[in-house]
């Protein structure tokens, strides 16, 4: 049993739209040109209002933040969650809202769906933003530890959620941040064992897109933390040079979360970006 945490934070009403047959749950806050966040592995649409991140961004701008697959109140939609099934599902969301142009932010496995989804709609986006995401596929070494996961999940998910959230920021952080850290840990513990399965099968299957980058007819955004235990920074510096409109934000002190462990830099760099992307000339 994971303890009570004093962290409360306050997540606006929710909506469900059905896709590929499945409910999927969104939130929609703010107003004007449209950002759409898209959360990583084992967090839910929460994510994004815990220390009012979305709401900061729904000052100037209408949010919509979406549930992944198996995550959160979202339903699963098969034994494998691939990368371009789980973009088909943020279209649908879109579609139903009515809406076709809009900047999509994808942390980490949110950004490989956000890299599938700019591959097969680009038409729809006015720009693009990797949070502690990459755009290279799993190494053979990776997917061993994908594999290796997937056991211990079917045995022990609380030992495996647990491990993997406090990897997640860096060394220094976690004690400060330890009410963030419970907080997620919950959210972790409610993520369903065939939505973390599902997700694990298909992000060791899914292919590279580097092409997608180089070849972005969008601006990209790249946020890196000089302390990520999950995505190396170095990587990350040499898929921002990739892009035509590429940007580079490198956090130090900073793990796997920035918008929890550097949240003013992110947000002032991430409003910045929104404003470049809204006053972009349609290719």
Not at 3 to 12: D, R
Not at 253 to 274: N, P, R, V
């Amino acid at each position: 049993m994971l303890a009570q945490t004093k962290f409360k934070p306050q997540v606006p009403e929710t909506k469900f739209v059905t896709s590929r047959g499945a409910k999927i749950r969104y939130a929609d806050i703010g107003k004007g040109r449209v950002i759409v966040l898209v959360h990583g592995f084992l967090e839910s649409l929460e994510v994004w209002f815990g220390n009012g991140f979305a709401q900061e961004l729904s000052k100037n701008y209408r949010v919509i933040a979406i549930d992944l697959p198996g995550h959160g109140k979202s339903e699963c939609i098969g034994y494998v969650h691939r990368m371009e099934r789980m973009a088909s599902v943020v279209k649908d969301v879109m579609d139903s809202l009515g809406l076709r142009r809009y900047m999509l932010l994808g942390h980490s496995m949110g950004g490989y769906v956000a890299l599938a989804f700019a591959e097969k709609f680009k038409d729809h986006l006015t720009g693009l933003c990797l949070f502690h995401s990459t755009s290279l596929a799993d190494t053979e070494a990776k997917k061993t530890d994908r594999e290796r996961a997937i056991r211990i999940v079917k045995k022990s998910p609380l030992k495996y959620t647990n491990a993997l959230i406090v990897n997640l920021f860096a060394v220094a952080n976690v004690r400060y941040l330890r009410e963030e850290i419970l907080w997620l840990k919950r959210m972790a513990a409610k993520t369903k064992i065939q939505g973390i399965v599902s997700c694990l099968e298909g992000m060791k299957i899914r292919k590279s897109r580097e092409h997608v980058l180089r070849y972005a007819a969008f601006p990209v955004l790249i946020i890196a933390g000089q302390r990520d235990n999950v995505i190396p920074h170095d990587t990350l510096v040499k898929q921002a040079e990739l892009p035509e409109d590429g940007r580079f934000l490198s956090l130090e002190k900073t793990g796997h979360m920035g918008f929890i462990e550097a949240k003013a830099k992110t947000l002032q760099k991430l409003s910045g970006f929104a404003n470049h992307c809204f006053r972009q000339k349609r290719k």
